[in-house]
């Protein structure tokens, strides 16, 4: 076959790519830089700005308030700031906990059990089970994740009386269990993983199996490595969740309540104990955007060196 002789010169930066022999493959041009002003970029800076003050306001108010002496706490008009800070709420909690008939150590070990193994086992068992709904193909796997994608619209209180009645029947009431377990189940987590897993090129897969690589194998070594944005913001999502969760309705005994229905009693004494409820809502709120924001750099820090192509 005789090459095609190209006389006119390609202009390389107007097409996506070019073949061996100079043809034109891609007719797209490519999309033009944009260009913005000085002006343009302070105006957005300062739009994106104020928007963040109204989102921070909240949790400097609440840190503001687990400082403030009582007195403070009750200014009409109400002050934003502390004008005489001191640790009083916090010395109060800690002598209103020592008086708890159950150590306040155990609500803390009772939080960490229930947000620990619902947030590991959610998220093995979201990404287990996404995998094979993103990258095999077998009868009723549309209909499947059809059922997934419509629960996405109920929300909690709609199925906490079905989860009631589950949990009885499996007797699992006043057990922590009956808060760990629905949590493996949250559909959230299976939508985002198969959505981030669908992403991962086939060949990639193909070729871990031509080199012998089971399907655990390659979940694990190879598909979860490749979607650690998806089940970092999974983890963040959980965590905070079930960190907030105060047991409600599953869980009767003191001893195995988590340390948010501790805080909330505490906090529930009325206008007397408002400096300790203001601590409350301090500490509540410290644990789960700390981790939060360790989290989250990572997932920046990920999304922006783990691109993929075919």
């Known amino acids: 076959m005789v090459a095609v002789q190209v006389s006119k010169r390609i202009d390389r930066s107007q097409y996506a790519t070019v073949d061996e022999r100079g043809k034109k493959i891609k007719y797209a041009r490519r999309t033009k830089k944009l260009s913005r002003s000085v002006g343009g ?9 104020i928007f963040a003050i109204f ?30 800070p001191t640790p009083t709420n916090f ?7 020592q008086q708890s008939w159950v150590p306040f150590s155990r609500y803390i070990l009772n939080s960490l059990i229930i947000t620990g193994f619902g947030t590991v086992g959610h998220l093995l068992f979201a990404s287990a ?11 009723g796997s549309k209909f499947l994740m059809s059922i997934v994608v419509l629960s996405l619209m109920f929300s909690p209180v709609v199925t906490a009386i079905p989860n009631f009645f589950i ?22 987590g299976l939508y985002l993983m198969k959505q981030f897993m669908e992403q991962i090129p086939d060949s990639l897969i193909e070729s871990a199996r031509i ?22 913001t999974l983890i963040i999502l959980m965590f905070q969740a079930l960190w907030a969760n105060t047991g409600g309705t599953f ?13 909330n009693q505490i906090a529930a004494g009325g206008i007397a104990r408002a400096g300790t409820g203001a601590a409350v809502m301090f500490i509540t709120m410290i644990v789960p955007v700390t981790f939060f924001v360790i989290s989250q750099s990572r997932i920046v820090e990920t999304m922006a060196t783990s691109g993929m192509k075919e």
């Open 41 to 49: 970029t302070v105006a957005l800076f300062i739009f994106i700005g």
């Open 55 to 84: 989102m921070v306001m909240p949790m400097v108010l609440t840190v503001s308030n687990a400082f403030k002496p009582l007195d403070e706490l009750f200014y009409f008009p109400p002050r934003f700031f502390v004008r005489n």
């Open 91 to 97: 010395s109060d909690l800690f002598i209103l906990m």
């Open 129 to 139: 089970a996404a995998y094979p709904l993103a990258k095999n193909r077998f009868p």
């Open 167 to 188: 949990m009885t029947q499996l007797n699992l009431i006043d057990n922590q269990l009956a808060i760990i377990l629905p949590a493996f189940s949250a559909s959230l």
């Open 211 to 232: 080199d012998g690589c089971w399907e655990v194998g390659i979940w694990w070594k190879i598909v979860m490595p490749n979607v650690k944005p998806a089940w970092l």
């Open 251 to 263: 869980i009767h005994s003191e001893e195995l309540k988590p340390m948010t229905f501790a805080m």
